[in-house]
């Protein structure tokens, strides 16, 4: 492929972000579910047909997958690698910082900022100080971009964390955090951790979005006393 046809279709695709209903719809589906077009234009406050339009145009394009069941369409991001590059993109955008209007507002926006899922692995302060303990520890080594170390693979074999990886997708990466702007862990080995996590009750989810609620036996994963201490007295 040269250059030129390259550019036609990174262009191509850079304009189906270009447009904020678009962009919010894909946004939402980073908490890694299936939505229907109905939900997805009550969230972007637009009618079914407007919707529909957008839908088909990120189907078409690559960006989300659709899933049907019998007369329900159901539409959700292609994968794990397009999660992680939304996230990314979303850090280097410009923030302006927002003002909650009540209590509540102030929670839900202190909940994603602390932890969250970025799609199928942990965000958030959370996943930021995870990946700072496993690089302290030397479980993680970022010479070259970022790799699970021997005894990286020796500790998650040790929790009883499966890393199942697959075709495109590579153990371990780097993702920029929306909020952070520091990376946390993404890849299948990030995957594997927060499904373990989520499994043995040392995360839950809190209804309603990506925000997790964080106990205290998240310190199993090796955060420091303090790391933990914080997360768990305003989860």
């Known amino acids: 492929m040269n250059t030129s046809t390259e550019g036609q279709e990174l262009a191509t695709w850079a304009k189906m972000l270009a447009d904020s209903t678009r962009a919010t719809v894909c946004l939402a589906l980073l908490d890694e579910r299936a939505w229907t077009a109905t939900e997805l234009a009550k969230l972007a406050g637009v009618s079914r047909p407007t919707i529909s339009e957008h839908l ?34 979303a850090a280097l955008a410009p923030r302006r910082a927002t003002k909650a209007t009540s209590l509540a507002g102030a929670s839900r926006r202190d909940a994603f900022a602390r932890a969250r899922t970025c799609y199928d692995h942990f965000a958030g302060r959370l996943g930021v100080a995870l990946a700072d303990a496993m690089t302290e520890r030397g479980l993680l080594d970022w010479s070259e971009g970022v790799a699970l170390t021997g005894d990286g693979v020796r500790w998650l074999d040790e929790l009883g964390i499966v890393v199942e990886p697959r075709r495109g997708r590579p153990v371990v990466r780097a993702c920029l955090d929306v909020t952070e702007r520091r990376p946390h862990l993404a890849g299948a080995a990030g995957a594997a951790m927060c499904a373990h996590s989520l499994l043995q009750g040392w995360v839950t989810r809190i209804p309603g979005g990506r925000a997790l609620r964080v106990t205290g036996s998240v310190e199993t994963l090796g955060l420091s006393v303090g790391v933990v201490r914080e997360l768990v007295a305003r989860s």
Do not use: C
Request: hydrophobic share 40%.
């Open 56 to 89: 088909n145009l990120l189907v078409d394009g690559g960006l989300l997958s659709e899933v049907r069941q019998g007369r329900h369409r159901y539409v959700k991001l292609a994968g794990p690698e397009t999660a992680e590059l939304l996230e990314g993109l």
